[in-house]
């Protein structure tokens, strides 16, 4: 509400916005978090909402998502997730570092996890993780579709942070796109296309031997922002030319193992060598 007001021009709207959610975090903070900022329920979506929503202040955020990953590491990296935490869970992991634990949950084939229906034969989203138990009995049909979109949310993350297509709430349609591939998990390649008001938006990411291939097509009139995981900027190439020699790509920053590019409309053909 409050950006919405902001981008509306509602000035007193924005304000009124503002001290509410100041007023509501308050709250919250008094309610359900210690002083040390240990949340009242430790559950894995009581800190996935609290971190994902800003609830908590800067200083205890860390600490927070730290605590959120040692409860799943106590669960012999399992999700323990429903309908309200899972979309962001895995959100939540990369925003705060955590992405090599996000694709353990994402890879994990027992009960509770994504691969646990598909090794049970499934060929939808089921609306329960164990929907059919490990016996292959049911559990109650009061409660039980087999075609239930919820924990299908984790598309939203592997289309964002593991093929890297994203946006930038200031620039939104994907006029001004953010492309940021995240390798990991064991994965060898990952693509993902998106028909954009502009045209197809394309990141298609392998690994081969010491080499990390990027391959994107930016739609006409619009531009991008590229992090490519790699030190520095002299192991990077486009098409082959060394990246400082092409005239179409603006280095932004480099810094904790990520050049920031940015570019226009084309085809483009990065290689990093490891």
């Known amino acids: 509400m409050i950006n919405a007001a902001v981008v509306l021009g509602k000035k007193e709207e924005a304000a009124a916005y503002t001290q509410l959610l100041k007023k509501i975090k308050d709250a919250f903070m008094r309610e359900y978090v210690t002083p040390s900022g240990r949340l009242i329920s430790g559950t894995q979506t009581a800190y996935t909402l609290a971190l994902q929503f800003d609830m908590l202040p800067d200083e205890l955020r860390k600490a927070a998502a730290d605590r959120l990953v040692q409860n799943i590491k106590d669960y012999n990296y399992h999700l323990t997730t429903g309908f309200l935490g899972t979309p962001y869970l895995c959100h939540v992991l990369s925003r705060f570092g955590y992405t090599a ?151 932004e920053s480099v810094g904790h193992g990520i050049l920031e590019v940015k570019i226009g409309s084309g085809d483009y053909h990065f290689k990093v060598t490891r």
């Open 101 to 251: 634990v996000a694709y353990r949950l994402l890879l994990q084939e027992s009960y509770p996890s994504w691969l646990y229906p598909v090794k049970m034969g499934a060929t939808t989203i089921w609306e329960r993780w164990d929907g059919i138990r490990p016996d292959s009995s049911f559990q109650t049909p009061g409660m039980n579709s087999f075609n239930h979109y919820s924990y299908g949310a984790i598309g939203d993350w592997m289309y964002r942070v593991v093929a890297g297509i994203d946006t930038y709430e200031d620039d939104p349609g994907y006029h001004h796109s953010r492309i940021e591939p995240h390798p990991g998990g064991g994965l060898t390649f990952a693509s993902a296309d998106l028909q954009t008001g502009y045209g197809k938006l394309a990141c298609h990411w392998r690994l081969d031997n010491d080499s990390l291939f990027i391959d994107l097509t930016i739609p006409a009139n619009t531009t991008s922002t590229v992090s490519i995981p790699a030190p520095d900027g002299g192991r990077i190439t486009e098409s082959d030319h060394p990246l400082a020699q092409v005239k179409e790509i603006s280095v």
